[in-house]
């Protein structure tokens, strides 16, 4: 059974620029969340894909945008990237669309914005 | 008010001894309570859950809901060193699906 894997691993960009992470799920996960963790912070929701389709969404603007494919692999997209978008993103896979199943994490995206 | 407020810390314990980590929410249809250890670089990691009041054993972890109080902790006996990290605790609020996490607690185990 493979875990959540998620890449790049780091990455820098610079503001304005846009970025794309991507994140395979757990084998037998067909939902995807995305969270945000600031430098000492918890992690933040940013939203969840089920069957392909946004499943809810956290307090993040429109150029915080996502993707699930058929194979339940995801992709997050952030374009006009900020200095506060610095962060580290993680993945986590789960089974079924509701939030009552437990997320396994991969190991995060790591993002310096400069 | 944050959703789910957890002490920053660090709470400093010796070796041996019981960890007992705190965590209050706010909203009062909560159904389903997480406890998350995260070591510094690395991702959550999972080490119980809870749904009904009462207390949760699992080895040397005891989660303990209270629904009435809104308050839920995280008993860690016979604290080890390989313990020392940030502990997440993180709440899904009723018919929702959206996980939400506290700022942390950082645990030191001392030798």
């Known amino acids: 059974e493979t875990g959540v894997t998620q890449s790049p691993t780091h990455l820098i960009k610079t503001r304005g620029q846009q970025v794309t992470l991507r994140c395979s799920s757990q084998?037998?996960?067909?939902?995807v969340s995305w969270y945000q963790q600031a430098l000492g912070q918890g992690p933040q929701f940013i939203f969840q894909?089920?069957?392909?389709?946004?499943?809810g969404r956290g307090n993040f603007p429109p150029r915080f945008s996502g993707l699930q494919f058929p194979n339940y692999s995801s992709e997050l997209n952030v374009n006009a990237l900020e200095l506060d978008d610095s962060a580290l993103y993680l993945c986590?896979?789960?089974?079924?669309?509701?939030?009552?199943?437990?997320?396994?994490f991969g190991a995060g995206s790591r993002l310096t914005v400069l | 008010q944050k959703e789910v407020e957890q002490n920053s810390g660090p709470l400093s314990v010796p070796e041996g001894a019981i960890a007992s980590l705190n965590c209050t929410y706010s909203?009062?249809?909560?159904?389903?309570f997480f406890w998350y250890r995260q070591y510094s670089g690395k991702s959550p990691e999972l080490i119980m859950f809870?749904?009904?009041?009462g207390d949760k054993e699992d080895g040397r972890f005891t989660a303990q809901l209270n629904k009435a109080s809104q308050y839920v902790s995280l008993l860690i006996r016979d604290s080890q060193p390989s313990d020392s990290a940030t502990y997440l605790c993180?709440?899904?609020?009723?018919?929702?699906?959206?996980?939400?996490f506290g700022g942390g607690t950082r645990l030191m185990v001392k030798p």
């Open positions: 986590a896979s789960s089974l079924g669309g509701t939030g009552a199943n437990v997320l396994t």
């Open positions: 084998s037998g996960h067909n939902t």
């Open positions: 894909y089920y069957r392909e389709e946004e499943n």
């Open positions: 909203d009062r249809g909560s159904q389903s």
């Open positions: 809870i749904y009904s009041n």
């Open positions: 993180a709440v899904i609020a009723n018919a929702g699906n959206m996980l939400t």
